[in-house]
């Protein structure tokens, strides 16, 4: 498959400019020239087909066609909070979490997590979202935030309807994955786990335990698993 023509733009008017990171993605990588065609994203899940109108000196102009309905945003909201890993193993969370559907994503440091956090890294993982959003034809590129505590990455989910903490010191999940509607936020632990206190707190956040098996998988197995499941339940891996 060729590299898909979308590029994420601010606001959709009849004319659009692309510069900056989408410019020269347009221009150099995929070498658009004028008259070819390509799909607008306004981020916020609206698709339009546009044409290169003109390509000067970096920048683009591209006259806007027609608004195109896309069907391949999930119709379960999922959010994924997940413990800040070490290296670049969050940035593997993140695609793979765009890619199998997630509507939002938080990163939390916790009691036993010591990856280092700046903004450049938030930065970077939103990179992470957009590309991964491009390359599976979603309308959508999800938003990545970084959550100092784990508490404000808990009260980040609180509308959620169906709260899941993956708990790899669990005998038995507390609750079943089946038969279920309506939103979900699922929490997943950095490579150093849950405290048994932050377990608790995320009881009384509403939040249920699960567990996915009598192996201890590495974290970013872990969300990917999680993710995945939720998402066959909900019909949208089908
Ligand atoms: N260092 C910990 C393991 C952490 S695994 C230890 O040695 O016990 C990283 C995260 O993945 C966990 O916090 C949990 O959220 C998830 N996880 C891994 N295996 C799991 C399992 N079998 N059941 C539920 N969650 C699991």
Redesign the pocket.
């Known amino acids: 498959m060729s590299a898909p023509k979308r590029f994420f733009v601010g606001k959709i008017e009849r004319e659009v400019v692309l510069s900056g990171d989408e410019f020269r993605h347009a221009h150099t990588v995929l070498r658009l020239k004028e008259g070819d065609e390509l799909t607008l994203l306004d981020g916020c899940g609206a698709e339009y087909s546009a044409i290169v109108s003109k390509v000067e000196k970096g920048r683009m102009l591209l006259h806007v066609l027609e608004q195109k309905t896309s069907d391949r945003e999930p119709k379960t909201q999922v959010i994924l909070l997940c ?1 800040a890993l070490k290296g670049d193993k969050t940035e593997l969370i993140v695609q793979k979490a765009v890619e199998l559907g997630a509507a939002r994503i938080g990163v939390f440091s916790s009691k ?1 997590s010591s990856a280092f956090w700046n903004e450049n890294k938030t930065e970077r993982l939103n990179r992470v979202a957009r590309e991964a959003s491009k390359q599976c034809l979603r309308a959508l590129a999800p938003p990545v935030e970084y959550f100092p505590t784990l508490e404000e990455a808990l009260k980040s989910a609180d509308g959620a309807q169906n709260k899941l ?6 005998e038995k999940s507390e609750t079943e994955l089946s038969s279920r509607s309506g939103s979900f936020a699922l ?8 405290s048994e206190e932050e377990f608790s707190l995320a009881k009384a956040h509403g939040f249920s335990g ?10 970013e ?3 990917i698993a999680l993710l995945s499941v939720v998402m066959y339940e909900c019909g949208e891996l089908r």
């Open positions: 413990g036993y903490f993956a708990c790899e010191f669990l929490v997943v632990g950095s490579e150093g786990g849950f699960v567990s996915l098996g009598k192996r201890i998988l590495r974290a197995t872990a969300a």
